[in-house]
């Protein structure tokens, strides 16, 4: 599965792609291409922007179709620089989920898994009508 971004967002500006979209573990990628600063190296705040759009996506597969994400706090950690045309590749998964809030990790990794950044999102969470709390789920 390879899904793209509604035309005209940052996530499709920044040539992000879903590769798989699960709640619990979302994989996507995004071009070096296009995200660089003016050394060659991707942009920190292109991989914080990359990590808040794959956080926010989990948070509303989280909440449904007709459910609401709103984001609350992001902390991004810069390890290694990335440089090149080749693409990275972001891991999600949540740390958190309660009944209003979600809390997810993200991990930004080069092409050969090397972790370039981490990040941590808290989300607020409004599940569509039905689909139940966090433990009621469980």
């Not at 590769?19 to 996507?28: K, Y």
């Not at 296009?34 to 942009?43: A, P």
Request: with cysteine; proline share 4%.
């Amino acid at each position: 599965m390879t899904a793209a971004f509604a035309p005209g967002t940052l996530a499709a500006r920044m040539g992000i792609e879903v590769l798989s979209g699960d709640p619990q573990r979302l994989v996507a990628r995004m071009p070096l291409r296009g995200n660089r600063q003016m050394y060659g190296f991707l942009h920190g705040g292109a991989s914080a922007a990359f990590a808040q759009v794959l956080a926010v996506h989990a948070a509303a597969l989280e909440a449904g179709p007709g459910g609401q994400v709103t984001g609350q706090e992001m902390s991004c950690t810069h390890h290694r620089a990335a440089r090149g045309t080749g693409w990275v590749d972001g891991v999600c998964t949540p740390l958190f989920l309660g009944d209003t809030t979600g809390t997810y990790d993200v991990a930004v990794l080069d092409e050969r898994g090397n972790r370039l950044a981490s990040a941590r999102l808290t989300c607020r969470l409004r599940r569509a009508t039905g689909t139940g709390t966090a433990k009621e789920r469980a």
